[in-house]
């Protein structure tokens, strides 16, 4: 709404100011009305996410990792729009339709471990809500399929079952391995061949490395998966490449492999392990949260 404003009164002082292309005025604003037609389906690889989320708090708090943390999580289903102007978004369509975690408590079980964040947050339910609050809202507008918060939550455990970068990738070879270098365009290459679509992926630099990060697919309205290209290049960072003849999205530095790191969890703690944490007044959640830690 607030950038929404923004743009009116952009517009508004560009009329009154004296236009000097009219055409392009009234047409940035038609673009500017135009409904989104596009929807991107996010998914987040748990171990750098932790890594960014660590790196933004300037933290080295341990992550929450979820039972099965070496698997592709659900991060959002969200709007965007094609066309001569590609725009990510609308963002925070309806923020008076507040998050209602009893609408969605049939599948809170499975959300807690398919669409979680790593971050430690106080409040349970903070992630959906602002996802909700962000996307769900946008996509409610623009999809039928997916006009309720139940609707929306189960269409993103339904995606990611259905489309899991976890075993796409896994089919081609593409394992978690700390030190196992992968190419961009093999990674591009499963989701492509399994899917028939264009992907967008996207890397953190760690250490001047690319380490995996999100993974983004596409679908149109009647939510037929569709090639990301239309969009991709508004993605921030993300450039186009062609290799032979695949056309790749990605902000991952091209000229380097890809890491996709693994969480290992150390099921040993030792005697020494517990008086120290005790010493420290960590509880014992705290104490096997920090030994997860320790050992990635
Ligand atoms: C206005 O913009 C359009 C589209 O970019 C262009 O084709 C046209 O020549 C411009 N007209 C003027 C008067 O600059
Ligand atoms: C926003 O959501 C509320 C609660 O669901 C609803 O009553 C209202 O009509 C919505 N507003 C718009 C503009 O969609
Ligand atoms: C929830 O998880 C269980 C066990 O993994 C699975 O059988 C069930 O289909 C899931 N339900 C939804 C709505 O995803
Ligand atoms: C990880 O990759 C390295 C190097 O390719 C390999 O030696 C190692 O066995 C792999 N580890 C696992 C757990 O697969
Ligand atoms: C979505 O894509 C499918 C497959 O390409 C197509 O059949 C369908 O008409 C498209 N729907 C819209 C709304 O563009
Ligand atoms: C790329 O496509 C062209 C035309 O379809 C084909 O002739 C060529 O062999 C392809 N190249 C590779 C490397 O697949």
Same mark, same amino acid.
């Given at each position: 709404m607030i950038i929404k404003s923004c743009l009116i009164t952009v517009l508004v002082i560009g009329l009154s100011y004296g236009s000097e292309n009219a055409t392009q005025k009234e047409f940035t604003e038609e673009e500017n009305e135009a409904a989104p037609n596009f929807l991107i389906f996010s998914q987040r690889w748990p171990m750098s996410a932790c890594r960014a989320w660590q790196d933004r708090k300037r933290t080295l708090l341990p992550c929450y990792l979820s039972?099965?943390?070496?698997s592709w999580k659900v991060l959002s289903i969200w709007t965007a729009k094609t066309g001569k102007f590609p725009t990510i978004g609308p963002l925070f369509?309806?923020?008076?339709?507040y998050f209602n975690p009893h609408e969605i408590k049939s599948i809170a079980k499975n959300l807690s471990e398919?669409?979680? &964040? !790593?971050e430690v947050n106080e409040y349970k339910y903070f992630f959906w809500a602002f996802e909700w609050l962000r996307s769900g809202t946008c996509v409610a507008q623009v999809s039928a399929a997916l006009g309720t918060q139940l609707d929306y939550f189960s269409r993103g455990l339904t995606w990611l079952r259905q489309y899991s970068m976890t075993n796409i990738l896994a089919d081609a070879g593409i394992i978690p391995n700390n030190t196992q270098q992968y190419l961009l365009r093999d990674i591009h290459h499963a989701i492509k061949q399994k899917l028939g679509v264009n992907p967008i992926i996207e890397c953190r630099q760690e250490h001047f490395e690319n380490h995996l990060y999100e993974l983004h697919i596409c679908f149109n309205l009647t939510l037929d998966l569709v090639d990301c290209d239309d969009i &991709? !290049?508004?993605?921030?960072g993300v450039s186009r490449f062609t290799v032979n003849n695949d056309t790749l999205f990605s902000n991952?530095?091209?000229?380097k492999p890809v890491i996709y790191p693994e969480v290992v969890r150390n099921k040993a703690i030792s005697k020494f392990e517990i008086e120290y944490a005790l010493r420290r007044n960590l509880n014992i959640y705290n104490l096997l949260q920090w030994l997860i830690w320790m050992t990635l």
């Open positions: 039972r099965e943390p070496n369509c309806n923020t008076s339709w398919d669409w979680t &964040s !790593v &991709s !290049v508004n993605f921030p991952c530095d091209f000229q």
